[in-house]
């Protein structure tokens, strides 16, 4: 878990795999497989980057989201979510700003946070 602050950054590298709930604050960068639930704050600016080759099996709840590899579960982001051209999403995004590049491919519904207000 990363230290409180916006300097505060961690790294899970490629040969990481977590089977378990993530919590975090500041910046992670996950290049590895989570088998879980990933977590933070949603008025904090935590930002999460799902790198290219990493996978997370579970829901994601960042501020902030980068996505270059997969995702399968639920994202729910209160500040912006961007889906890089080699994103996979399994999933409903539930979003406040979205950035799609071309060739990125989501399955599920796009579901924006300022349609339910």
Do not use: C, W
Not at 27 to 46: F, H, M
């Amino acid at each position: 878990m990363a230290r409180k602050g916006a300097e505060a950054a961690s790294l899970f590298e490629a040969d990481i795999q977590i089977m378990g709930d993530i919590s975090f604050a500041g910046e992670l960068y996950l290049q590895g497989k989570v088998n879980g639930n990933i977590a933070a704050p949603s008025e904090s600016n935590a930002s999460l980057f799902v790198q290219e080759h990493s996978e997370v099996n579970g829901e994601i709840h960042s501020p902030l989201l980068v996505v270059s590899g997969k995702v399968s579960g639920d994202i729910f982001s209160t500040r912006r979510v961007t889906l890089r051209a080699s994103a996979e999403v399994t999933g409903n995004i539930h979003y406040a700003e979205l950035l799609v590049e071309q060739g990125a491919s989501i399955n599920g519904q796009l579901i924006s946070l300022s349609a339910k207000s």
